[in-house]
């Protein structure tokens, strides 16, 4: 009976120079397996984060009045509180998160005895922002509860930041400014993005009692899809909800129209794979040049074992049992690297949560989380590299040819009763 340390384990029990060599390549596979498990991490977090991105961009739905397709028609009709209530009401949750109304006027804006002349200023709710991708550049949004009791509070522009404040943010934040004829508190500090610098953005409900009156209409309606796959199906569930309300029969007969980015979801979806496919290229690539130093190994084990393995053939050894045994030897080789691979990796990703939050322009690209999936798939991609790294070897040794017994089993070539294991 061939001792299973040294069928299995021949190639790290090795003294000297032969344990070295089973070393470097145990060593080469772990490394491997560490650097694909960091990149994967990498690569999901990058992706998870570029999802978050692009669901933000292209989620976004508009809907507004169809403008007159013939010259001397009538006006478009107006959107009314009434189809707001509508699809608020009724919109499918599991697709649309927030129902956005937006209204907006001019007024001029005072700060103590400067002014800004007249300019646009926007009533809504807190899904604002996001509808139109805008950031914050100091204090908050106004809350759910600020929106019902009519809060005199507001959000301004870095335009007006500049004029006022000396383009100061955070010294806005808790000043008084005049809109029109009335006083609101700068609770916000919007990021410019080129359009709406000079934006002055509060309360629907403050805008309506204090500026414009009880109006009954909205400019526009906004809504924020769930994720990018939920955008074509919130479409057709915000047609139908507006077709309904608005007494629509036909499709081509709606006086409003929703804006959406539908067109643009194969290309993001495309896009979001990137991160995905660059992760299995460097998991190929690595195990790739791991099989050749391997099989290098196997075949100088079973080189340095042939005296060994003509003694066994002539003891009765079949050919399969000496491939079976050089290949289970190949892969414990593998799968040792690949463990240790693993343990690496993952520690290499905990320690990234610690490290990566202090380094605000990787901590952007997101964090890269631990994937069960990710390690199971190198992991049996390690056992297949063992397969076929000693499928040569394998072959090379039950090609033996039939010997005698060794002439000293205390050889170093010779030492083990089973030299083909790998």
């Not at 002055?200 to 906004?222: D, E, F, K, Q, W």
């Amino acid at each position: 009976m061939t001792p299973l340390r040294d069928t299995y384990f021949a190639p790290l029990a090795r003294r000297g120079a032969h344990r070295l060599r089973a070393g470097l390549v145990v060593a080469h596979i772990a490394i491997a397996v560490a650097l694909v498990i960091m990149v994967g991490g990498m690569a999901q977090g990058l992706s998870n984060t570029m999802h978050s991105g692009i669901d933000s961009f292209v989620g976004s739905l508009m809907v507004a009045p169809k403008q007159p397709s013939a010259q001397g028609s009538n006006a478009p009709r107006a959107l009314r509180n009434s189809d707001v209530e509508a699809l608020e009401q009724n919109v499918d949750r599991t697709l649309v998160r927030q129902i956005v109304p937006v209204v907006n006027g001019r007024a001029v804006i005072r700060s103590g005895e400067q002014d800004y002349g007249s300019i646009g200023v926007v009533g809504s709710n807190s899904g604002y922002l996001q509808l139109k991708l805008m950031t914050l550049a100091a204090g908050r949004m106004f809350t759910d509860q600020e929106y019902d009791n009519k809060a005199r509070v507001t959000l301004i522009g870095p335009k007006l930041v500049s004029r006022f404040f000396g383009g100061d943010p955070d010294a806005a934040i808790g000043s008084e400014l005049r809109v029109g004829l009335q006083r609101f508190e700068v609770i916000g500090v919007t990021s410019g993005d080129g359009v709406d610098d000079d934006t002055v953005l509060m309360p629907l409900t403050s805008s309506r009692s204090y500026l414009y009156g009880g109006l009954n209409n909205v400019v526009a309606i906004g809504a924020l899809a769930t994720n990018l796959d939920a955008l074509s199906p919130a479409t057709a569930n915000l047609q139908a909800i507006l077709d309904q309300e608005r007494f629509v029969k036909e499709p081509d007969k709606r006086d409003y129209a929703i804006t959406s980015y539908t067109y643009l979801v194969p290309f993001m979806k495309s896009f979001l794979s990137v991160p995905r496919w660059f992760a299995v290229g460097a998991t190929i690539a690595l195990l790739f040049v791991g099989i050749f130093g391997l099989s290098n190994l196997m075949l100088i084990t079973v080189a340095e074992r042939r005296t060994r393995i003509r003694y066994r053939r002539a003891t009765g050894v079949s050919a399969g049992r000496i491939i079976g045994e050089v290949l289970v030897g190949s892969v414990v080789v593998a799968g040792v690297g690949a463990v240790i691979g693993i343990v690496l990796g993952v520690l290499a990703i905990v320690v990234s949560w610690q490290v990566l939050p202090s380094i605000s322009a990787l901590y952007a690209l997101g964090l890269p989380p631990i994937s069960l999936e990710a390690i199971a798939l190198t992991f049996g991609a390690c056992l297949l590299v063992g397969l076929v790294s000693g499928a040569y070897p394998a072959i090379r040794a039950a090609r033996i040819p039939v010997g005698t017994a060794p002439a000293s089993d205390d050889s170093p070539a010779v030492r083990t009763p089973s030299d083909a294991a790998a």
